[in-house]
């Protein structure tokens, strides 16, 4: 559960971060978005941090599954795209394989 809330948190910070420097070049908006965008991907990267997992790169994995459901939804809720069925089904598979990585059993 607690995993869970990191990784919306950090994909909330990931993608909001992202978004201000998309703002800055891609739409025109002021240099000053940029402070605000460099702090959310501070924080997206210190959240990681805090997934209980022995290996960076698993949580890093399983992270992205969480990151392309917080996408669509971003998408949709911000920017007016309605996820299609391909959408969808992309975020279903990501999801199955972020749950592959997070509950499969690992040797330690």
Do not use: K
């Not at 948190?9 to 965008?37: D, H, N, Q, T, V």
């Not at 790169?57 to 996820?83: D, H, K, M, N, T």
């Amino acid at each position: 559960m607690v995993t869970g809330l990191v990784y919306a948190a950090a994909a909330l910070c990931e993608i909001g971060g992202c978004f201000a420097f998309w703002a800055w070049l891609r739409l025109g908006r002021s240099p000053l978005w940029l402070m605000p965008g460099c702090v959310s991907l501070v924080a997206f990267a210190s959240l990681l941090t805090l997934v209980q997992t022995d290996a960076a790169g698993r949580a890093f994995a399983a992270y992205g599954g969480i990151y392309i459901v917080a996408s669509c939804l971003w998408g949709w809720l911000v920017e007016g795209v309605v996820p299609d069925r391909w959408d969808m089904a992309g975020v279903a598979l990501s999801l199955v394989g972020a749950a592959v990585i997070m509950l499969g059993p690992h040797p330690s």
